[in-house]
């Protein structure tokens, strides 16, 4: 009797390790993948509908990515005029200035937030590489775009910005390709935040036709960012590398360093020698390059009604950098 139970017992237990069938599994398979594109698709619906969802992230950085979402929605048309850099490039420059003030000039905003130089000479490569009718580049910068420069710079796929500025591959596609719970919350939070930021400073976020992105604004955030670490020097290497790369695809360079909030000036560098170094160690970087140098900071254009913090200016103030920095070009 308890043999015969015995072997019931292994058959029973036979049954259940019993692998499924490869047919169901399959279905398995293939039901769980639908249902997980039904959720995906689902969440990204909702985000859209609550103006939440944020560009794809190619960057991981939103306001960059808007700036290529931007790109993708108007399409640069032969630009011969290249302004680069960071935020100070993206806000601080008035384009129609340039395209009004320098004949035959077709300027393009290619300033990114938030880059350091080699990320800056990335993607001027970049976008040079698209945009082979850019002859001329001017180079904005600040103390905190040659903070850290370590790695290649490389701030995005350059195949996946192309097919996506470019080519017009599906918008939902990059938002598959780079699905990642963590960091679409992350961009959820700086969307909300950059929003708020936007309210209190009472600016719409627009951008012009040619991707400036103006602070036409009489608001202030206040020195904002304190003091300024010294610059690294692999990001001074980094600048030299563009400038010489530049020259020998024969291309036009100029460099400026934007101004600083005069109050800046007397609370955190008050005899100059930060900045005076800053200048000499640029000056260093671009010499034997052919590349053209001009420190408006230190030519003292703007007063402290201009700035709405330590590096950024309003709109108004734009129009009389961009001024200032094209007479110096037309002479060139």
Known sequence: MSTERHMEGVALSSD??????????????????????????TLYATLYVTAYLPPPPLTNNVCADE??????????????FLVAGSSIAWRNIDSAVIAGSLPGARPLNGGFCGMQINQSAFITDWMIDRLPSIGRVLLVVSPMDLVSCKGSGQVFDPEDARKLVFEGQPMWSF?????DPISLRRNIDRQIQIREQARILKVDRSFTKYGDAPLDTDE???????????????????????ASELAERNRSMTVVIAPM?????????????????????????L???????????????LDASAFTDAIHIRWSSARTLTKEIVE???VE
């Open 16 to 41: 259940r390790a019993r692998p499924a069938s490869p047919a169901r599994y399959l279905f398995a398979v293939i039901g769980g993948a639908i249902l997980a594109l039904a959720m995906l698709s």
């Open 328 to 330: 110096r070009l037309a």
């Open 67 to 80: 700036k290529l979402v931007f790109l993708r929605h108007n399409p640069p048309v032969h630009p011969n």
């Open 175 to 179: 938002y598959l390709r780079y699905f």
């Open 261 to 285: 909030h005069p109050r800046w000036k007397s609370q955190y560098d008050p005899d100059g020698t930060f900045r005076e170094r800053f200048s000499l160690q640029l000056k260093r970087a």
């Open 220 to 242: 202030n955030r206040g020195l904002f960012y304190g003091p300024m670490p010294e610059p690294d020097p692999s990001c001074f290497s980094a600048l030299r590398a563009l």
């Open 287 to 301: 010499q034997g390059t052919g590349a053209q140098f001009w420190n408006a900071d230190g030519a003292k254009i």
